[in-house]
């Protein structure tokens, strides 16, 4: 399987194209539940990847801008196969900042025939990544400090397989992302519009009392893996 890497495969967007030996800046792989999302708890092998233009007031993973080791693109395969899991998540850091991002996750769909899942920042192009990969776009809010970060121009590159996530700090940011959703239709644009309290800073009640009254078409989007004391 990993020999077939070293091919050049059907490119399905420019730069698609898989080489076994380049190589990703990898801050760490782990084997663990999903959390978040519309495919939270289902068992996911996360490939965390190095580097990070945002510095947002709720980052839960610093260690992961400045860690790193190069790794091959074969390898990372490999492992991810062996792990056996239902679902393959690429994080951050922010993957799109690597060059070899896209051949990785083409690598990953190709080899793997399962749900591959990148979370990115939202401050970069998303049109970079691959067809058939599923984009989990954050969609920074005021209370992240990094709202002014955010490519806008995503709204429109959002594929139907798509998510959307909001992490809700405080009122003033729910009321931002309500009105960010309900003006630009986003749950028409995508698989799903996920609303998250952050860590620490918002009651999820009030977040779920929020979104109720207002009626709208979210999801509420808790952390499973923190509730369940995972990585």
Known sequence: MIASL???AAASNPGDIVNAQSTVEVCETFSSIQGESTYAGLTCFFIRLTGCNL???YCDT???RIEGTDVTIASIVEECVSSGCSITEITGG???????????AAALRDATGRPVLVE???SGDISVIPDGIIAIVDMKTPGSGMCDAMDMNNIGRLRK???LKFVITNHDDYLWARNM?????????CSCVNFSPA??????????GWITADKLPVRLNLQLHKMLGLR
């Open 120 to 122: 990115t920042n939202g």
């Open 94 to 104: 922010e993957p799109l900042l690597q060059p070899a991002f896209p051949a990785l």
């Open 6 to 8: 070293t091919s050049t």
């Open 181 to 189: 959703t309900m003006q630009h239709e986003l749950a028409k644009r």
């Open 62 to 64: 610093p260690q992961s």
């Open 55 to 57: 510095s947002c007031s």
């Open 161 to 163: 397989q798509d998510e």
């Open 199 to 208: 860590c620490d800073n918002l009651n999820a009640g009030n977040l779920a």
